[in-house]
């Protein structure tokens, strides 16, 4: 059964950094694009970064120049580094794989809280 599993969220102050991370198990990564994704409280679920199979990396306007996102294939895990937050940064981040074969194939993981605030 594949799992994807989130870490690295926690309270942190306005201006500071965190890393999230998203390993997977019974899941061949290398065949999958990798996002991650934010929900805060009232609003819609939001792509924030995607990571093509090829390493092509793509952001939502508003995290662009703050966050990273990056993979390694053979620890199948996908990272989001993230510097200077701002309160609107406050969700919970999900991971998502989606199959590059068959992008109907994805998997969610199950969300780490990201809370930004003084």
């Known amino acids: 059964q594949v799992q994807l599993v989130e870490s690295g969220g926690g309270l942190v102050q306005p201006g500071g950094s965190l890393r999230l991370s998203c390993a997977g198990s019974?899941?061949?990564?290398?065949?999958?694009?990798m996002g991650w994704y934010r929900q805060a409280p009232g609003k819609q679920r939001e792509l924030v970064a995607v990571?093509?199979?090829?390493?092509?990396?793509n952001y939502a306007e508003s995290v662009k120049g703050r966050f990273t996102i990056s993979r390694n294939n053979a620890k199948n895990t996908v990272y989001l580094q993230m510097n200077s937050l701002k309160p609107e940064d406050t969700a919970v981040y999900y991971c998502?794989?989606?199959?590059?074969?068959?992008?109907?194939?994805?998997?969610w993981g199950q969300g780490t809280q990201v809370t930004v605030s003084s």
């Open positions: 990571v093509s199979s090829g390493d092509s990396t």
């Open positions: 998502n794989a989606k199959n590059i074969f068959n992008p109907a194939i994805g998997y």
């Open positions: 019974e899941i061949t990564f290398s065949m999958y694009t």
